[in-house]
């Protein structure tokens, strides 16, 4: 985001506009508006404050800059007064000169016409030659306003404005007039048969002196001033001045010429601008250094030849030219597919290894090897020496290196290849590619580059090298750029669920399951367990209970199982859902914040059939609703399953954004790990679709919204993604628990265990966690629960009923 003040313009403008260009912008942060209206203010006092007392909101940089407006305007009022002239003075002649004045600068030149006696014939209506050589025609000033009357049915090109038609204009053919008789028109103008040849002087055509007389006679009209002498015009004859008259140029094309190009050919620019480039290779890391290798080219020793540090061979400067040819590949591999604008992605023998993905980019100053490529290399990062200051990319963000490392890099094959040696910069950023080649290395090889056959060919001292592109490479990074943004895109706390078959009458709990299928941190057993069925009539309903039980406590237990079923739920029909006197999840948003409809997203047939799956799952399961006209909607996004399986999330990033954090702690998870230990007896339970139990908000469920093919559903129980799901979810089990934890119970979020500190005593404390359950209407889903176990995994710590201190499995 960019908006500069203007010259001239008041801070109660610039402000205004300003702040019109923030709103187009959704969810800008405070600091990229502080930091582009720091870049786009002028100097004064209003910045000289913003610099020495840096805001810390844009209320407050609004609030400030109040008071800086009404000092501006009165100051401005006071001028006003103190240069109105006085009563009775003369005010007209003034306004005129100024007008005038004003225009003569704007066009360079008197905002007047030549009139004239008679005028020469034209080959083509004055419209159609307007049109072709508005590049040279001098345009008058534009008006300073529309005339009400003027007939809206006529319109001039001339002076762009209504009232009179093109080829009536008369100062339209004043203007070609002079442009005719100064020898412009060449390709337009009437030669008569028995006349001869007109001779004319060509003057300049766009600054005219003052003063300037036409005297008409026979076949010649001299331009009568004594501002060019007799040899000049003589020098100047045929030759017709340029635009700015700093010299003669040559004679416009013949109609016959001109090809599409236009009859002015190129038009004169406007001014040029200018490029910036930097990097560790143009000419160092401090400021002064590189300020001193931008003036080498401005440097010219008259007496001294340019010194050379090397003599170039003879081998160096051989001729490089490319042909159909260069299109075709090796054997086994597919030719160039045109027309294409794939960038130049191939595969480089870097120190040693052969590194493929990697990008040559005429672009880049530097040479870029990204950290993961660095550790597949097997390289030492402990020697990386240090580079000071970051780089910078096409956003002009700083890009922070973790350090410099030389490696040799060898391009082409045997016998034709080339050797050089590469200071790259490690990066630790996602990248499709593994490595950068920039313009420093391509010029150190005198590589030359044809981007339409993906070929690189540089000279070699057995001949010219080459380095062809992979196409397909190149595509293939360019998708995987377009899935890390959809991944980057997705919320980082959805997490997926378990599929498995779904009834015809009754939803499964793992249908619904938003959780991964294999999480490091989640609790389970790490020793051998059993399947148990709890009802005879429907076996498929098992538990998983240790091997290690006697007897009697493993008749006990499943006894004390079967009794309990009331808690376990093995349908979605059998969840109730936590009270709402309970607690319910709020979204807070900021009212403030706009809502956000997002562009909709379209999928494949593969992809919108997965999200209709999904979506009747939720409906059956009575999690989500169907809305309209909401004002906020989210687009859901599909991420691949270990299993080959879509998992469906909904991208509820521009919603939390809105949303302030909950500042509620999570538990310490040493302190959790700590307790858990030393216990002969553990349960391992985990809550059936834990965030779907909790009820959302009426007031905030439409704010939920996403898009499903044809229509838009809302949640109605809490969703995974939202933000502060896990501290109201974290409240809940505390409140559930609260009586228990830190005596029988862990519980972090959805990770719940109970433990005994001796074996006979386990089924009481899970008597009295299934009775808090019970009473929370809390189900637990027994496919993902195990009881009764001596060791298992917590918060990816492995512990065991003997075994101190805890084995930490994290990677």
């Known amino acids: 985001m960019q908006v500069n003040q203007k010259e001239g313009e008041s801070l109660r403008d610039y402000m205004q506009r300003f702040n019109k260009a923030t709103l187009d912008i959704d969810n800008v942060p405070d600091t990229i508006c502080l930091s582009a209206l720091l870049h786009g203010l002028k100097r004064g006092r209003f910045l000289d404050d913003l610099l020495e007392n840096p805001p810390k909101t844009w209320n407050e940089v609004n609030d ?53 006696a008679s005028y020469i014939p034209l080959t083509l209506p004055r419209s159609q030659i307007l049109a072709q050589i508005q590049h040279w025609v001098r345009r008058p000033p534009p008006p300073l306003h529309d005339s009400p009357r003027a007939d809206k049915s006529k319109h001039c090109d001339y002076h762009r404005v209504y009232g009179h038609n093109t080829e009536d204009c008369q100062h339209l053919k004043d203007e070609l007039e002079f442009l005719a008789r100064n020898g412009k028109l060449e390709g337009y103008v009437q030669k008569p048969h028995a006349q001869q040849p007109t001779q004319t002087h060509f003057v300049q055509a766009y600054d005219r002196p003052q003063g300037q007389r036409y005297q008409h006679g026979g076949t010649q009209d001299a331009y009568q001033d004594n501002q060019y002498s007799s040899e000049q015009s003589r020098a100047y004859r045929g030759r017709p001045f340029n635009r700015r008259g700093q010299g003669p140029r040559t004679t416009a094309p013949n109609q016959k010429d001109r090809k599409g190009v236009g009859y002015a050919g190129i038009p004169p620019p406007y001014g040029t601008i200018n490029m910036i480039s930097g990097g560790v290779h143009s000419g160092g890391q401090s400021a002064r ?22 003599e170039e061979a003879e081998w160096e400067n051989t001729p490089i030219t490319f042909s159909p040819a260069d299109y075709k590949r090796a054997e086994g591999e597919p030719d160039i597919m045109m027309p294409h604008a ?41 020697s990386l020496p240090k580079h000071e200051g970051p780089i910078y990319g096409f956003d002009n963000q700083p890009v922070p290196v973790e350090g410099v490392i030389t490696l040799p890099i060898y391009v082409g094959s045997e016998p034709r290849f080339r050797m050089a040696s590469v200071t790259f910069l490690v990066v630790k950023m996602e990248s499709a590619f593994n490595a950068i080649l920039g313009r420093a290395t391509l010029c150190e090889l005198k ?3 044809s981007q339409p056959h993906l070929c690189i060919k540089f000279p070699t001292p057995q001949g010219v090298g080459v380095l062809k592109g992979n196409q397909k490479m190149a595509r293939a990074c360019y998708q995987d750029t377009f899935k890390k943004v959809e991944l980057a895109a997705a919320p980082t706390s959805v997490e997926g669920w378990k599929p498995t078959q779904l009834g015809q009458q009754t939803m499964s709990i793992s249908d619904i399951e938003h959780r991964p299928d294999s999480v490091e941190q989640k609790a389970e057993p790490v020793e051998p367990v059993e399947m148990v069925p709890l009802n005879p009539d429907v076996p498929e309903r098992t538990v998983k209970i240790g091997t290690k039980l006697t007897k009697e406590k493993r008749a006990e237990l499943i006894e004390f199982l079967r009794t309990n079923q009331d808690v376990l739920a093995w349908t979605t029909d059998e969840m109730p859902g936590i009270p709402a006197e309970l607690t319910v999840h709020k979204l807070s948003t900021d009212p403030t914040r706009r809502p956000v409809v997002q562009k909709r997203r379209l999928f494949g047939p593969e992809k919108q059939a997965a999200i209709d799956e999904e979506i009747q799952k939720l409906l059956q399961a009575g999690f989500i609703r169907r809305v309209e006209y909401s004002e906020w909607v989210s687009n859901p996004v599909l991420v691949k399953k270990p299993n080959g399986k879509w998992r469906m999330c909904i991208n509820f990033t521009n919603l939390n954004d809105a949303c302030p954090k909950d500042p509620h702690p999570l538990p310490n998870v040493e302190k959790l790990v700590e307790r858990a230990a030393g216990h002969e007896r553990m349960s391992f339970l985990d809550a059936s679709s834990g965030y779907h139990q ?64 001796r074996a006979e005593d386990h089924i009481d404390d899970l008597d009295e966690t299934f009775q808090n359950l019970r009473r929370a209407q809390m189900k637990l889903n027994p496919l993902k629960c195990t009881f009764a176990v001596e060791s298992g995994k917590f918060l990816g710590y492995t512990r065991a009923s003997v075994t101190l201190p805890l084995e930490c499995t994290e990677s």
């Open 289 to 310: 250094a590189r300020k001193a290798y931008a003036r080498q080219v401005m440097t010219v020793n008259k007496n001294k030849p340019l010194k050379r540090p090397f």
């Open 64 to 116: 400030r800059s109040a008071s800086f407006i009404l000092s501006e305007d009165f100051q401005s009022s006071k001028r006003r007064a103190d240069d109105k002239p006085s009563r009775g003075q003369e005010q007209q002649p003034r306004r005129e000169e100024k007008k005038k004045q004003k225009v003569g600068e704007q066009w360079g030149k008197p905002a007047e016409f030549p009139k004239y």
């Open 342 to 382: 794939d960038p130049f992605v191939t595969t480089v023998h870097i120190g040693n290894h052969n590194v493929n993905k990697v990008f040559i980019d005429t672009g880049s100053s530097p040479d870029i090897l990204y950290c993961g490529c660095f550790q597949k290399m097997q390289l030492n990062p402990s």
């Open 694 to 757: 909790v009820q959302l908000l009426l007031d905030d469920q439409e704010k939920t919204a996403f898009y499903a093919g044809d229509a838009i559903y809302c949640y109605v129980m809490m969703p995974f993604g939202l933000k502060n799901a896990g501290a109201t979810y974290q409240k809940l089990v505390q409140i559930i628990f609260k009586l228990q934890i830190g005596r029988n119970i862990e519980v972090y979020v959805d990770d719940m265990i109970v433990t005994s500190v």
């Open 447 to 449: 590589a030359v580059i």
